[in-house]
């Protein structure tokens, strides 16, 4: 089987609280790309517009706390900019 048959459950580079500098600008970035090409964005905003069906509201609440690099928070914008939701972000 291929090495990416099961989960590993190895802790990842972003939980050694030491990890900074280049290491982590790199991680970012790779995160950043995996999210847009295999996925992570969609889950994020539609996850967002299930919330939005469910509890329909004024305006939304979301802190995104130790996500990443801070792109998730300009997806969600951009998305709930294009569907007319007001996110406070």
């Not at 995160?31 to 305006?59: C, D, F, H, R």
């Not at 990443?68 to 900019?81: C, F, L, P, Q, T």
């Amino acid at each position: 089987m291929g090495k990416f048959s099961q989960r590993s459950y190895e802790k990842e580079l972003m939980d050694n609280l030491d990890c900074g500098g280049e290491e982590l600008n790199y991680t970012l970035n790779e995160l950043k790309t995996i999210n847009k090409w295999l996925g992570g964005n969609y889950v994020t905003t539609s996850g967002i517009a299930k919330l939005v069906k469910l509890k329909p509201q004024e305006t939304y609440e979301v802190a995104d706390i130790g996500c990443g690099g801070g792109d998730m928070i300009k997806v969600m914008a951009d998305w709930s900019r294009s569907q007319k939701i007001d996110l406070n972000l």
